[in-house]
């Protein structure tokens, strides 16, 4: 079965950067796209930004202009530079592609 990699999460204070890595086996975010979706402690997952097979990306109000979605096909990764961070970005990461999920990354932001 098909296995989604995430990496990347860890503590990070207000203001700060991390970036995020999903691994896919095979080239399959160039048929399917891909999303980054995250779920905050108490509350449901929800969409962080997503990526058309094509290459179109979307993103979620409140991580405009700092989080960016980027694809390496060579290397059948997604990232997700966030900048800027706030504590309400705290959550667990999650890379979604054909309805599979990764296990998921946690990022912390708190000074």
């Known amino acids: 079965q098909m296995q989604l990699m995430e990496s990347g999460g860890g503590l990070v204070q207000p203001g700060g950067s991390l970036t995020l890595s999903c691994k896919a086996p095979?080239?399959?975010?160039?048929?399917?796209?891909m999303g980054w979706y995250r779920q905050p402690p108490g509350k449901q997952r929800e969409m962080v930004a997503t990526?058309?097979?094509?290459?179109?990306?979307e993103y979620a109000d409140s991580v405009k202009g700092r989080f960016t979605l980027s694809r390496d096909s060579v290397q059948n990764t997604a990232y997700l530079q966030m900048n800027n961070l706030k504590p309400e970005d705290t959550a667990v990461y999650y890379c979604?592609?054909?309805?599979?999920w990764g296990r998921g990354t946690q990022v912390t932001v708190a000074s």
């Open positions: 990526s058309a097979p094509g290459g179109r990306t």
């Open positions: 979604m592609t054909d309805h599979k």
């Open positions: 095979n080239n399959i975010f160039s048929i399917y796209g």
